[in-house]
Protein backbone atom coordinates (compact mmCIF):
# COMPACT_ATOMS: atom_id res chain seq x y z
CA UNK A 1 0.00 0.00 0.00
CA UNK A 2 2.54 2.81 0.84
CA UNK A 3 6.06 2.81 0.52
CA UNK A 4 9.20 2.94 2.33
CA UNK A 5 8.73 4.24 5.86
CA UNK A 6 7.99 7.61 5.56
CA UNK A 7 5.52 7.54 3.10
CA UNK A 8 2.68 6.43 4.99
CA UNK A 9 2.21 10.01 6.39
CA UNK A 10 3.05 11.74 3.39
CA UNK A 11 -0.89 12.94 2.98
CA UNK A 12 -0.75 14.44 6.32
CA UNK A 13 1.81 17.33 5.63
CA UNK A 14 0.48 20.23 4.46
CA UNK A 15 2.08 22.75 1.71
CA UNK A 16 0.63 25.98 1.37
CA UNK A 17 1.41 27.79 -2.04
CA UNK A 18 2.75 30.97 -1.88
CA UNK A 19 -0.28 32.73 -2.53
CA UNK A 20 -1.69 30.90 0.87
CA UNK A 21 1.26 31.97 2.24
CA UNK A 22 1.05 35.58 2.00
CA UNK A 23 -2.99 35.44 2.47
CA UNK A 24 -2.46 33.91 6.39
CA UNK A 25 0.66 36.46 6.73
CA UNK A 26 -1.31 39.14 5.77
CA UNK A 27 -4.59 38.51 7.77
CA UNK A 28 -2.17 37.55 10.94
CA UNK A 29 -0.34 40.88 10.30
CA UNK A 30 -3.94 42.93 10.65
CA UNK A 31 -5.11 41.17 13.67
CA UNK A 32 -1.71 42.63 14.96
CA UNK A 33 -2.29 45.88 14.04
CA UNK A 34 -5.67 46.31 15.27
CA UNK A 35 -6.40 48.93 17.77
CA UNK A 36 -9.16 47.24 19.68
CA UNK A 37 -8.00 44.77 22.23
CA UNK A 38 -11.48 43.49 23.67
CA UNK A 39 -12.25 42.39 20.08
CA UNK A 40 -8.89 40.08 19.45
CA UNK A 41 -9.05 38.61 22.95
CA UNK A 42 -12.37 37.34 22.08
CA UNK A 43 -11.09 36.33 18.36
CA UNK A 44 -8.16 34.53 20.58
CA UNK A 45 -10.71 32.75 22.55
CA UNK A 46 -12.84 31.50 19.74
CA UNK A 47 -9.84 30.28 18.10
CA UNK A 48 -8.38 28.72 20.73
CA UNK A 49 -11.66 26.85 21.34
CA UNK A 50 -12.14 25.92 17.62
CA UNK A 51 -8.21 24.90 17.45
CA UNK A 52 -8.78 22.54 20.54
CA UNK A 53 -11.72 20.86 18.53
CA UNK A 54 -10.23 20.82 15.69
CA UNK A 55 -7.01 18.93 16.98
CA UNK A 56 -9.50 16.48 18.76
CA UNK A 57 -11.30 15.68 15.66
CA UNK A 58 -8.42 15.35 13.70
CA UNK A 59 -6.70 13.03 16.13
CA UNK A 60 -10.29 10.73 15.99
CA UNK A 61 -9.79 10.67 12.47
CA UNK A 62 -6.03 9.58 12.28
CA UNK A 63 -7.16 6.77 14.76
CA UNK A 64 -10.01 5.94 13.02
CA UNK A 65 -7.76 5.41 9.65
CA UNK A 66 -5.35 3.54 11.27
CA UNK A 67 -7.90 1.23 12.69
CA UNK A 68 -9.02 0.37 9.27
CA UNK A 69 -5.90 -0.08 7.88
CA UNK A 70 -4.91 -2.78 10.71
CA UNK A 71 -8.29 -4.54 10.03
CA UNK A 72 -7.27 -4.51 6.03
CA UNK A 73 -4.17 -5.73 7.00
CA UNK A 74 -5.26 -8.26 9.24
CA UNK A 75 -7.98 -9.55 6.83
CA UNK A 76 -5.27 -9.80 4.15
CA UNK A 77 -2.97 -12.02 6.44
CA UNK A 78 -6.40 -14.27 7.50
CA UNK A 79 -7.47 -14.92 3.57
CA UNK A 80 -3.58 -15.98 3.00
CA UNK A 81 -3.99 -19.22 5.30
CA UNK A 82 -5.22 -22.23 3.20
CA UNK A 83 -7.74 -23.26 6.28
CA UNK A 84 -8.90 -20.13 7.10
CA UNK A 85 -12.96 -20.08 7.30
CA UNK A 86 -14.75 -19.98 3.65
CA UNK A 87 -15.88 -16.22 4.48
CA UNK A 88 -12.23 -15.17 5.40
CA UNK A 89 -10.89 -16.40 1.99
CA UNK A 90 -13.41 -14.45 -0.04
CA UNK A 91 -11.32 -11.62 1.14
CA UNK A 92 -8.41 -12.77 -0.99
CA UNK A 93 -6.45 -10.84 -3.20
CA UNK A 94 -6.65 -11.43 -6.95
Known sequence: ????????????????????????????????EDDQHEEIAELCARLSKQNWYQQQLIKQAAEHIMHLEAQIACMDLISEIPDAPWWRRLFRKA
Not at 1 to 30: C, D, H, R
Open 1 to 32: MYEGTTAWAQWMIVEPSLEQEFKLESEANAIK
